[in-house]
């Protein structure tokens, strides 16, 4: 091929060129420090504060909502730990969630755990949406907190977060959504969703890396998350990322305005490339909710396989994709989003994760759609899973 296909936008964009020309100046003429009181400094103050009003202007909150933070693990972190340990002084130590969150809110929640809270994982369909019934159904006189992410990383699928919102309002909970995924590819209202804390991450909108933001409703009085200045209202201590941050509010601007025309694309690009797939290769499921998913987004399972095998022969390819979460891409393990789903563990362990961007084409689509088949069918003619499957044995 004569250049690389990457399609795994979830785990990382690239930046948009407006984008990094809109951060230069911070980073090499214009570098003062926000908190400074000369002009030089103020200058990138007002950086800072327009980025804030840009956000908020995206999101429909308020610029006295939006925090920023370094990505959406800390803003996760932020908003369950604080929001755990402020309710905990009120007897409310139970915690609602659910069994297909990122790792930075699990494993957050098992901390929380082993500190004395109790946490509710609900399940989800087998479309990979959690009831806002369930939710409802769960919620106790002791419950802190709800924390459901807006749209799975691995999966796609998008929950019903206004529905949970309206919920949690109505039963006086806290509700916090991880919407990494979903901000910059879909619309969000943090206001009209009954929104209480919202995370996001600049990269995942073709923003720069190592940005994000937390927005918390106003009137929730979170004490400092980390001490040592008035930065953040002083709820963050520590130096602006002032080049980040224009860099963040930029490519969220840029990724609302376009919306419009990058979801009926994306689309159909996404749902071509599912319908080829199921209907070249035999035994393949479609993992997530075929209709209610972002745009962007299309896992596949292939029974007989090993992912890994098949990310390093695209790779081989020139296609940059991947089999789950990429903070996990270390682990042998199968994906807890597919066991969640009903999985088997040897069908989990065949994924394939494939996430578009508004940078990829048609033509793209097509050489996916040429080179996947016969990758699966030599993996699958060396595998005795396969083997056993074709003579109809069972393989678990």
């Given at each position: 091929?004569?250049?690389m296909i990457?399609?795994?936008?979830?785990?990382?964009?690239?930046?948009?060129?407006?984008?990094?020309?809109?951060?230069?100046?911070?980073?090499?003429?214009?570098?003062?420090?926000?908190s400074s009181?000369?002009?030089?400094?103020?200058?990138?103050?007002?950086?800072?504060?327009?980025?804030?009003?840009?956000?908020?202007?995206?999101?429909?909150?308020?610029?006295?909502?939006?925090?920023?933070?370094?990505?959406?693990?800390?803003?996760?972190?932020?908003?369950?730990?604080?929001?755990?340990?402020?309710?905990?002084?009120?007897?409310?130590?139970?915690?609602?969630?659910?069994?297909?969150?990122?790792?930075?809110?699990?494993?957050?929640?098992?901390?929380?755990?082993?500190?004395?809270?109790?946490?509710?994982?609900?399940?989800?369909?087998?479309?990979?949406?959690?009831?806002?019934?369930?939710?409802?159904?769960?919620?106790?006189?002791?419950?802190?907190?709800?924390?459901?992410?807006?749209?799975?990383?691995?999966?796609?699928?998008?929950?019903?977060?206004?529905?949970?919102?309206?919920?949690?309002?109505?039963?006086?909970?806290?509700?916090?959504?991880?919407?990494?995924?979903?901000?910059?590819?879909?619309?969000?209202?943090?206001?009209?969703?009954?929104?209480?804390?919202?995370?996001?991450?600049?990269?995942?909108?073709?923003?720069?890396?190592?940005?994000?933001?937390?927005?918390?409703?106003?009137?929730?009085?979170?004490?400092?998350?980390?001490?040592?200045?008035?930065?953040?209202?002083?709820?963050?201590?520590?130096?602006?990322?002032?080049?980040?941050?224009?860099?963040?509010?930029?490519?969220?601007?840029?990724?609302?305005?376009?919306?419009?025309?990058?979801?009926?694309?994306?689309?159909?690009?996404?749902?071509?490339?599912?319908?080829?797939?199921?209907?070249?290769?035999?035994?393949?499921?479609?993992?997530?909710?075929?209709?209610?998913?972002?745009?962007?987004?299309?896992?596949?399972?292939?029974?007989?396989?090993?992912?890994?095998?098949?990310?390093?022969?695209?790779?081989?390819?020139?296609?940059?994709?991947?089999?789950?979460?990429?903070?996990?891409?270390?682990?042998?393990?199968?994906?807890?989003?597919?066991?969640?789903?009903?999985?088997?563990?040897?069908?989990?362990?065949?994924?394939?994760?494939?996430?578009?961007?508004?940078?990829?084409?048609?033509?793209?689509?097509?050489?996916?759609?040429?080179?996947?088949?016969?990758?699966?069918s030599r993996?699958?003619?060396?595998?005795?899973?396969?083997?056993?499957?074709?003579?109809?044995?069972?393989?678990?």
């Amino acid at each position: 091929m004569s250049r690389m296909i990457y399609v795994d936008n979830a785990a990382t964009t690239r930046i948009y060129p407006e984008v990094l020309d809109k951060m230069m100046p911070f980073l090499t003429d214009q570098y003062g420090n926000p908190s400074s009181l000369y002009s030089f400094g103020q200058y990138a103050r007002q950086a800072v504060d327009e980025a804030r009003d840009t956000v908020a202007e995206c999101l429909n909150c308020r610029s006295d909502e939006v925090y920023f933070t370094s990505g959406g693990s800390e803003s996760d972190n932020w908003a369950i730990r604080m929001a755990a340990h402020l309710m905990a002084d009120k007897g409310k130590k139970h915690i609602i969630s659910t069994a297909i969150e990122h790792h930075a809110v699990l494993h957050t929640l098992k901390a929380l755990e082993k500190q004395g809270f109790e946490v509710t994982l609900l399940p989800v369909g087998q479309n990979g949406i959690v009831s806002a019934k369930d939710v409802r159904d769960a919620i106790r006189d002791d419950t802190a907190l709800v924390t459901v992410m807006f749209a799975n990383n691995e999966i796609g699928t998008i929950q019903p977060i206004a529905e949970i919102g309206e919920i949690c309002r109505e039963k006086g909970v806290w509700f916090h959504t991880d919407a990494v995924q979903a901000v910059g590819h879909i619309p969000v209202d943090f206001a009209k969703m009954n929104i209480d804390m919202l995370s996001l991450s600049a990269h995942k909108f073709h923003g720069p890396k190592g940005v994000g933001a937390l927005i918390i409703r106003r009137g929730i009085r979170f004490p400092s998350f980390i001490e040592g200045g008035a930065q953040e209202k002083g709820r963050r201590a520590g130096t602006e990322n002032t080049a980040g941050i224009v860099g963040l509010a930029h490519a969220l601007k840029l990724s609302c305005e376009r919306m419009e025309k990058t979801i009926p694309s994306l689309a159909a690009m996404r749902d071509r490339l599912i319908t080829g797939i199921l209907n070249t290769v035999e035994r393949t499921r479609l993992n997530g909710d075929p209709v209610n998913r972002l745009p962007g987004n299309a896992n596949f399972s292939f029974e007989g396989i090993e992912g890994e095998s098949l990310l390093l022969l695209l790779d081989f390819k020139g296609i940059c994709a991947s089999s789950g979460s990429a903070c996990t891409s270390g682990s042998l393990d199968p994906s807890h989003v597919l066991l969640a789903l009903g999985l088997p563990h040897a069908i989990a362990h065949g994924s394939l994760r494939i996430t578009l961007s508004d940078e990829n084409t048609d033509e793209d689509i097509d050489t996916l759609l040429s080179e996947i088949p016969p990758i699966i069918s030599r993996l699958r003619s060396m595998s005795p899973v396969w083997e056993k499957i074709q003579k109809g044995e069972d393989y678990e």
